[in-house]
C-alpha cells in the first residue's frame, strides 16, 4: 500500500474538474503528483492546487504511464477514447460521464449505497448521474427499511449541470433582461432566465429525455433491484447551483413521516431540514457548496396507503459528481484496490 498516489483529472477546466481539483485538497487526499489534462484548446492553462500552479495538458493515449488513480469528467466520447488507454497504464479510472453507467461489468457507484461493489472493478468505475446520485442516497435507506416500490420524480436542475457556458448565459441573458437588452439564446433550445425548461439531454423515441431514463435504468442498477418502477421528469431551471428534487415513493410497508425522519437523521450524507412551521427546508442557496444531501418536507402521500413525500436537494458539482468521485477514490486507497 502506498502512502501516496499519482492522480490524473482528465477535463479539468470544466466545471467538475475544477471542482475535483478543489476537493482533492480540501480532504487532503494523499496525491503525490497531480497531473492535469484536457483538450488542446485548453492546454497551456494553469490550475492553483496546494499553493501551486500545475499546468493543464492535452491529454493523448500516451498521457497515463505511472498514473494510480485517473479522474474522468471529460465528456462520453473522451472516456470512451481515453479510459482505456489510461487502465492498459495501470491506473485506475474513476469516469464521471455516461459512457460506461450501465455496462454489466463495470460498477456504478454511490459510496453511502453501494461501495460494496467497488471491489467488482475491472479497471473503471461509473460515477452516476448527478441527479440519481442525491436521490438514491436519501431513498436507499427507506428502501433497506420497508422497500421501495415505485419512484416518481421531478427535478429541477442547475445550470451548472451543463457547466461553464451555460452558467455564463444565464448570468448574461439576466443582465440582458433587466437592462432591457436583446438577450442571446445558444445552450439551450429556449431562454433560460426567469424559465423552466422541462427538457434535459435528447429526446428519445418514448417521449423521455436521456436525462429522464439515466436516472431509470440507474436508480435499479446502484440499488440492486430491478423490480423498482422509476418515473422522471427532469426540467433545467434558472439556477446555478444545486439540483432539487420532488419526490415520491410507494413502499411495500407502511412507514409514516416520522419515521422517514429519523431514519434518515441517522443515514450518512444525508441532512434532514424539516420544519415546516418555521419555514424551515433545503434550499439551493444554503445547499451550495456542501457535501450533504439535504431532505425536507416530508409527508405522507394522503393519496395511497403507502406512499411519503420529499423534498431533495444537494450541490451537483460536488455530491452530483466531483465529490462522489473522490469518495469512491478514498475507499480503493483505505481498502487497498490500487
Known amino acids: 500500500m502506498k502512502d501516496k498516489y499519482t492522480v490524473a483529472v482528465v477535463g479539468a477546466t470544466g466545471a467538475v474538474g475544477n471542482e475535483m481539483v478543489s476537493i482533492l485538497e480540501e480532504r487532503n487526499f494523499p496525491v503525490d503528483d497531480l497531473r492535469l489534462f484536457a483538450s488542446e484548446r485548453s492546454e497551456g492553462n494553469y490550475i492553483e492546487f496546494k499553493g501551486k500552479n500545475r499546468r493543464v495538458n492535452k491529454v493523448t493515449k500516451d498521457s497515463f504511464h505511472g498514473i494510480d488513480i485517473a479522474l474522468f469528467s471529460a465528456g462520453a466520447a473522451r472516456s470512451i477514447e481515453f479510459a482505456p488507454e489510461a487502465v492498459k497504464s495501470g491506473a485506475v479510472v474513476v469516469d464521471n460521464s455516461s459512457a460506461f453507467r450501465m455496462e454489466p461489468d463495470i460498477p456504478l457507484i454511490v459510496p453511502e449505497v453501494n461501495r460494496h461493489a467497488i471491489k467488482k472493478n475491472n479497471g473503471i468505475i461509473a460515477n452516476p448521474n448527478c441527479s440519481t446520485i442525491q436521490m438514491v442516497v436519501a431513498l436507499k435507506p427507506i428502501h ?195
Open 144 to 338: 433497506d427499511a420497508v422497500g421501495i416500490k415505485r419512484i416518481v420524480v421531478s427535478t429541477y436542475q442547475a445550470v451548472s449541470g451543463t457547466g461553464k457556458k451555460a452558467i455564463h448565459e444565464l448570468a448574461q441573458q439576466t443582465r440582458d433582461l433587466l437592462s432591457l437588452k436583446e438577450i442571446t439564446v445558444s445552450i439551450y433550445p429556449h431562454q433560460i432566465a426567469f424559465n423552466c425548461i422541462p427538457h434535459i439531454d435528447a429526446f428519445l423515441e418514448n417521449d423521455y429525455t436521456k436525462e429522464e431514463m439515466k436516472m431509470v435504468h440507474e436508480t435499479k442498477k446502484i440499488m440492486e433491484d430491478d423490480s423498482i418502477r422509476v418515473s422522471a421528469t427532469t426540467v433545467r431551471v434558472p439556477v446555478f447551483h444545486c439540483h432539487s428534487e420532488s419526490v415520491n415513493i410507494e413502499t411495500s410497508k407502511k412507514i409514516t413521516a416520522h419515521e422517514v425522519r429519523a431514519l434518515l437523521s441517522r443515514a450518512p450524507g444525508v441532512k434532514v431540514i424539516d420544519d415546516p412551521k418555521n419555514f424551515s427546508y433545503p434550499l439551493s442557496i444554503n445547499s451550495a457548496g456542501r457535501d450533504e444531501v439535504f431532505v425536507g418536507r416530508i409527508r405522507e402521500d394522503e393519496s395511497i396507503d403507502n406512499g411519503i413525500n420529499m423534498w431533495i436537494v444537494s450541490d451537483n458539482l460536488r455530491k452530483g459528481a466531483a465529490l462522489n468521485a473522490i469518495q469512491i477514490a478514498e475507499i480503493l486507497v483505505k481498502e487497498n484496490l490500487i
